[in-house]
């Protein structure tokens, strides 16, 4: 049989993944986390590539190449450059990265051999070409510009350079440990915030500050140019010696404490946020308008984490004045097993991929026959649905919680209508329930909805065609019932400040998911049945899983999570199951008892 | 003579001597091997004498100790004694290796990350050479 398979893994920091490729297309990619139930886990995905193997007849024998997200030995040299450089401080830092590094870094393809047997070369693509890989192929432009920023690659935390169909060229960049995926988490962490998981609180809690002190921050903490390169005062920062991002010295510059993730969040952290928020949004659009300047080029393609930033994105989009801009839905480390794998495809073996990011159903699949004999099994009590698409519509209309398991599963940090829970944005105690009683995080958070495409200039300003949940749209005055950018009231969405109150923001934005028929039909259809019921044509969408836990990725952890949380039902595959009615041992369905599995 | 060559087993002992040192310098390999990588590639004396430093460390350190022992004693004093021994390289690393190698680099004018903030240039980019670097290697 022909060997023409490529796998592309990242591993070693944080998201770990696989990505599965042929000649033709991509099969699959898969995040370790949904499988290990170990949020942003990064160890060997030994777990995804066993699914490889078993969901899509992955045969080791039939893989061509192996292609790592990242040139661990470059890596290992910027380490050991740092340890240098802060010696003789940093010991505990040491004493954690030295193993790490050494086993981690120097015996990458030891842990490949060991994990993928058969003949195949080994390829080593550098991070940020990963990244550029993976925002540029799938865009399907001729030719564009990358922009890239992260917490760091090997050297670099931000580069840009040109894109084509010959190449991907690295031209310039900004090296560790400067870095503005680093500032923001070191913001993230002074907020009270879990950094590399709480970044996204940080973007939701700045619409309730002031930047108060984005001069402070400009003036101390970062100094950048017209180019948009920039410098941090690593005065103010103890990541690259320590296990905490910031300390003493910041808190002694911005006159105020570290907030602890158990204290309430008062004005002052929102007006940090908004502060912070503002400064990277400044930079990043300083740093577009030069590329686009410097490269000549009309489209633009991002990556990197700093790319999940969709307050910032929509701003790049607006301000840098490219014509098309295209951002990798999973613009995270796990991202990068895809660019990795398509960069040797497209341009190694010089294959032209089609179809590549399938609007980011690139998962899992569970057929109802499957779905039906774990239901009988564990002793659900379930209904067989004809149209699950209309049903899910009425419950919701209704003032139901819905989860939503249907189709392949989504790859990237954001449910796109596959693991979703489902709600009505009408109701303004919405947002509340489901974040108190499903999703136990702090209630100032709005959810996401997602808007029929074919109805988004109805509620939203501007041109949207956003399938992968990557900006924020603002809400048309008409559907506003007060006027004003709503600062400093964490309840303010209990207010009604609009008439779908659940998913707009303090400052009447919201993170929007279009969705079309092309995209994903079954979706489409719940949400024009919605408004066939209600005549609003979006519902909120948050992801199907708890503070904490991945995404929930097979019926068993749908199962559980449904048993665990005030979700009042669940269809799942075609099936429908009430909450109250199930009289399962729910000891035995435990969310703790995944990580076991 | 045959008895002094010659193992339990009938293989002659100085094959099982050979294979004892051959599993030593799996451990010391890669180090050596990446040493010398480093210091081809990016000619950077800092990094080299880091590696050749730990090379040198882990023989000394390890291979009179435990030359002698079979795989599996082996495997299990390194993981025994795995936090102590990490625990020693890193002091010794962190605490005098790493500093003499800045004294040094900052001698000759050299710092490796910590650069001055607000500096008066047009930029903070490092142009990249426009080559593609060979993904074939990990470096």
């Given at each position: ?33 949904r ?35 990242e ?6 040299e910027r ?27 120097i ?65 310039h ?6 870095s ?44 950048y ?17 320590g296990?905490?991002?910031c300390?003493k ?7 105020l ?10 004005n ?9 928020q ?5 930079i ?33 989009i ?11 839905p ?5 991202g ?75 790859y ?23 974040n ?84 994903n ?9 919605f ?49 109250n ?8 369905w435990?969310?703790?008892?995944l990580?076991?599995? | ?42 000619n950077d ?7 050749a ?22 495997i299990?004093?390194i993981n025994?004694?795995?936090i ?48 593609i670097?060979?993904?074939n290697?990990?470096?």
């Open positions: 049989m022909k060997k023409n398979k490529i796998i592309g893994i990242s591993a070693f920091y944080h998201d770990s993944a696989v990505c599965l490729i042929n000649d033709k297309t991509v099969i699959a990619c898969l995040q370790e986390e499988f290990s139930r170990k949020k942003h886990d990064n160890s060997f995905p030994i777990k995804s590539l066993n699914i490889l193997r078993e969901q899509f007849a992955l045969n080791d024998n039939d893989i061509s190449a192996i292609v790592f997200y040139k661990p030995i470059l890596k290992m380490i050991l450059s740092n340890l240098i450089e802060i010696s003789p401080k940093g010991m505990e830092f040491a004493f954690k990265s030295i193993p790490l590094t050494v086993n981690r870094k015996f990458v393809s030891e842990y490949i051999r060991k994990h993928i047997k058969g003949d195949y070369s080994i390829y080593y693509v550098p991070h940020h070409i990963s990244h550029a890989a993976s925002a540029f192929l799938p865009s399907e432009f001729e030719e564009a510009a990358f922009m890239i920023n992260d917490g760091v690659g090997e050297w670099e935390s931000s580069s840009y350079g040109i894109c084509n169909h010959e190449n991907i060229t690295l031209t960049g900004v090296h560790y440990p400067h503005l995926g680093l500032l923001y988490s070191a913001f993230t962490y002074f907020c009270g915030f879990r950094v590399n998981s709480g970044e996204y609180k940080l973007m939701g809690l700045a619409p309730y500050g002031k930047p108060k002190y984005k001069d402070i921050i400009l003036k101390n903490i970062i100094d140019k017209e180019d948009g390169s920039y410098r941090l005062n690593l005065k103010y920062f103890d990541f690259h010696y296990s905490r991002m300390g010295s910041m808190e002694k510059l911005l006159k404490k570290i907030r602890k993730p158990e204290n309430d969040i008062t002052e952290y929102a007006d940090l946020a908004s502060s912070v503002s400064v990277i949004e400044e990043l659009i300083t740093m577009a308008i030069h590329i686009r300047k410097d490269t000549g080029m009309k489209n633009l393609v991002m990556g990197g984490g700093v790319a999940l930033n969709c307050t910032a994105n929509s701003k790049i607006e301000q840098s004045g490219f014509e098309n801009v295209f951002i990798q999973a613009s995270g480390d796990a990068g097993a895809l660019g990795s794998a398509l960069y040797v495809s497209h341009y190694v073996n010089k294959k032209k991929l089609s179809k590549i990011q399938q609007f980011s159903y690139l998962g899992t699949e569970y057929g109802n026959e499957q779905i039906k004999y774990i239901l009988d099994e564990g002793g659900f009590k379930y209904y067989k649905l004809d149209n699950p698409a209309l049903k899910a519509a009425q419950l919701i209309s209704q003032g139901n919680i819905l989860g939503w398991f249907q189709g392949r599963m989504e990237g940090p954001r449910a796109l209508g596959s693991r979703s829970i489902l709600g009505d944005p009408r109701d303004k105690e919405m947002q509340r329930k489901m108190l009683s499903i999703k136990f995080r702090e209630s100032f958070r709005p959810f996401a909805p997602s808007i029929m495409l074919d109805h988004v200039n109805e509620y939203f300003s501007g041109d949207y065609h956003t399938p992968y949940m990557l900006t924020v749209a603002s809400l048309k005055k008409k559907h506003r019932l007060k006027n004003q950018h709503i600062t400093h009231n964490f309840n303010v969405l209990s207010e009604k400040i609009a008439d779908i109150p659940a998913v707009i923001h303090a400052d009447f934005s919201s993170r929007i998911q279009t969705v079309s028929k092309e995209q039909p079954l979706y489409y259809q719940l949400i024009d049945e408004r066939k019921i209600t005549g609003v044509p979006l519902i909120i969408n948050t992801s199907f899983n708890v503070r904490g836990q991945p995404i929930v990725e097979n019926p068993k952890h749908a199962l559980t999570t449904f048993l665990n949380t005030k979700m009042d039902y669940l269809i799942i595959g075609d099936f429908l199951l009430f909450n009615e199930q009289n399962v041992n729910r000891e035995k435990k969310i703790e008892n990580i076991m599995d | 003579m045959n008895r002094m060559l010659t193992g339990r087993n009938g293989k002659l002992k100085i094959l099982l001597w050979i294979k004892r040192r051959l599993n030593i310098l799996k451990l010391i390999m890669p180090l050596l091997i990446i040493s010398l990588i480093l210091f081809f590639k990016h004396v800092y990094i080299y004498t880091l590696i430093g730990l090379s040198i460390m882990i023989v000394n350190i390890i291979f009179p100790v435990i030359g002698d022992i079979v795989d599996k004693i082996l299990m004093i025994v004694f795995r102590i021994i990490t625990l020693f390289f890193t002091i010794i690393i962190q605490g005098i290796i790493f500093p003499i190698i800045k004294i040094v680099s900052l001698i000759f004018g050299k710092r490796f990350l910590i650069l001055k903030f607000k500096e008066k240039k047009e930029t903070y980019y490092i142009n990249k050479p426009d080559i670097d060979d993904i290697e990990p470096y």
